[in-house]
């Protein structure tokens, strides 16, 4: 079974800058996940869609953070203008139901300059 | 709120030693209890994870035993590997969200 996958990997991006994240889930996962990961924390949850329909994104910040799940499969998170403390891991992660096993994308490593 | 508190790394153990890390809980309710494990360069990784009180969870010689009374999730291991080397992030879960300690990181010395 095909994990999570996450594109880029790596990016590097000056202030102000836009940036875009691509997720896509394991199949029949109707639960997805993007978290922020800043060096020498745990990961903390961004938004959480059910299929395509947002369930919860109270620590969004949405002046420069948006995502989206068109047709409820595949996902993009985008940053825009980017900031210096928006340097971070930003994790992707699926799961079949809300209270299932939540499984992690490999992430993108973003620096702003 | 929920929130998790992690034992401060890093750690550096010898290879064949016993490995603790600790990890307690503040949560409403009762919520399921996991360790994840990141190695260098890859997404995390579900260790194990825990239910409902005094439930273990085991796997690839790791263990950790839901404790409510004391509301901990230590995790355990009797003999470690050089490969065993990552960071390790105890979370829980209430209905649906995880909250994650801030990780603790493993070396393991050959």
């Known amino acids: 079974e095909a994990g999570v996958a996450q594109s880029p990997r790596y990016k590097i991006i000056e202030k102000r800058q836009s940036v875009a994240f691509w997720c896509n889930p394991i199949s029949g996962h109707a639960t997805l996940y993007w978290y922020q990961q800043i060096l020498g924390q745990g990961p903390k949850l961004l938004i959480q869609?059910?299929?395509?329909?947002?369930?919860?994104d109270s620590q969004l910040p949405k002046d420069r953070f948006s995502a989206e799940r068109l047709k409820g499969v595949d996902s993009t998170l985008k940053i825009q203008p980017a900031k210096l403390e928006d340097s971070a891991v930003y994790l992707c992660a699926s799961s079949l139901a809300p209270q299932e096993t939540q499984y992690f994308g490999p992430g993108t490593r973003l620096l702003v300059l | 709120g929920n929130s998790v508190t992690q034992m401060e790394g890093p750690v550096t153990l010898s290879e064949e030693a016993f490995l603790t890390i600790n990890c307690t809980y503040t949560?409403?309710?009762?919520?399921?209890l996991f360790w994840y494990v990141q190695y260098p360069g890859e997404g995390l990784q579900l260790l194990l994870k825990?239910?409902?009180?005094?439930d273990k969870g085991s796997n690839k010689g790791f263990e950790a035993t839901y404790r409510k009374e004391t509301t901990s999730f230590h995790l355990e291991k009797g003999s470690v590997q050089v490969s065993d080397s990552a960071v390790y992030f105890c979370?829980?879960?209430?209905?649906?969200?995880?909250?994650f300690g801030s990780g603790t990181q493993l070396t393991v010395l050959p």
């Open positions: 869609f059910q299929n395509n329909g947002v369930v919860d």
């Open positions: 949560a409403t309710g009762y919520p399921s």
């Open positions: 825990a239910t409902k009180a005094d």
């Open positions: 979370a829980l879960s209430d209905r649906w969200q995880l909250t």
